[in-house]
């Protein structure tokens, strides 16, 4: 069993940068996937970014040049650097780990609110 604790969320005006953090614990012996999705009220949950296990990293279009996936496993965190924020980056923001060979694991999220 594996538990997943979002951080680093909250107010931000336009423009400004947050740090996400996400810090695993349990039994992982393994990690295929790490992945950072948003939610907006009335939308779907969508990726914003990934690390694989290997280290390749994927990100949305409209966050590409703006934020950074990053990982410490010696510290079982992941994390979200986001600058420049824009109003349409407003959502609550989910991490995702697969690990231990397929198994799925959902923070409960951290909400980042950029005004304008």
């Known amino acids: 069993q594996v538990q997943l604790v979002e951080s680093g969320g909250g107010l931000v005006q336009a423009g400004g940068s947050l740090r996400l953090s996400c810090a695993a614990s349990g039994s992982i012996f393994s990690i295929s996937y790490m992945g950072w999705f948003r939610q907006a009220p009335g939308k779907q949950r969508d990726l914003v970014a990934s690390i694989a296990g290997g280290g390749r990293t994927t990100y949305a279009d409209s966050v590409k040049g703006r934020f950074t996936i990053s990982r410490d496993n010696a510290k079982n965190t992941v994390y979200l650097q986001m600058n420049s924020l824009k109003f349409e980056d407003t959502a609550r923001y989910y991490c995702?780990?697969?690990?231990?060979?397929?198994?799925?694991?959902w923070g409960q999220g951290t909400q980042v609110t950029v005004s304008t």
């Open positions: 995702k780990w697969v690990v231990n060979g397929g198994n799925g694991y």
